[in-house]
């Protein structure tokens, strides 16, 4: 089955710079990549995805890059602001198994410090 | 707006007690799923169901069952809780099919088990 690394564990920025976090996975036949964040208390929320015929996708200050040759993506915030500050998952979504199953990655803590 | 409950926010259960968690969705979605959450390890998938009655295993089905009698309640089942199931446990949904929107998982608030 999929398997999705996601690095680093834990990221600390100051307020306006910006946070990148990684992911690599095993399927190469995974064809849809989320990103979901989940705040303190809250329950985990889409904010970005990408498909495996897209190489980049922007929404404001995030951005999301898909390398499918080397089987790994990346999230880009920008101009990071405290709200930022929360888990965020990366996700692959594999041609095996039905009903949209996803396999996320372990989480990327991010602190954005004033 | 898609809505996901779960049945409680908070859940104390004694070891080998049997325990029922619920989650309800109102968007006539067809998929639905269980995960826990413990850090470090992130959301690993417990079940999923993708049509009423049927449910497949997903990466840590042990210790675990589920039931999915109506379109809109996907339970999952501890048939004797142990301690190692302390733990969060999220359900999500999804509408299926097609592209894009259609693969979002909406998620439910969690419930926090604890089993002493």
């Known amino acids: 089955g999929e398997n999705v690394e996601q690095h680093p564990s834990t990221l600390s920025v100051q307020e306006g710079d910006s946070a990148v976090i990684k992911c690599t996975y095993s399927?190469?036949?995974?064809?849809?990549f989320p990103w979901y964040k989940q705040e303190l208390g809250k329950r985990p929320q889409l904010i970005i995805d990408i498909r495996s015929n897209v190489g980049e996708k922007k929404d404001q200050r995030i951005a999301v890059t898909l390398n499918k040759t080397a089987k790994h993506f990346s999230l880009h915030i920008t101009e990071t602001q405290p709200e930022d500050s929360a888990v965020y998952f990366c996700?692959?979504?594999?041609?095996?198994?039905?009903?949209?199953?996803?396999?996320f990655g372990t989480g990327t803590q991010l602190k954005v410090e004033l | 707006d898609v809505k996901v409950t779960q049945s409680s926010r908070y859940l104390v259960k004694r070891t080998g007690e049997k325990v029922f968690l619920e989650c309800v969705q109102d968007?006539?979605?067809?998929?639905m799923f269980w995960y826990r959450q413990d850090p470090g390890l992130g959301l690993r998938l417990i079940y999923f169901s993708y049509d009423v009655k049927m449910k497949e295993k997903g990466d840590i089905p042990e210790g675990y069952s589920v039931s999915r009698e109506k379109k809109e309640r996907f339970s999952l089942i501890l048939e004797s809780a142990s301690t190692n199931q302390t733990s969060m446990y999220l359900c999500?949904?999804?509408?299926?099919?097609?592209?894009?929107?259609?693969?979002?998982?909406?998620f439910g608030p969690g419930t926090r088990l604890t089993v002493t």
């Open positions: 399927d190469s036949a995974s064809n849809y």
């Open positions: 968007m006539d979605h067809e998929n």
């Open positions: 999500a949904s999804t509408l299926g099919g097609g592209w894009g929107p259609s693969y979002e998982q909406y």
């Open positions: 996700a692959a979504k594999g041609l095996t198994g039905g009903g949209n199953k996803l396999t």
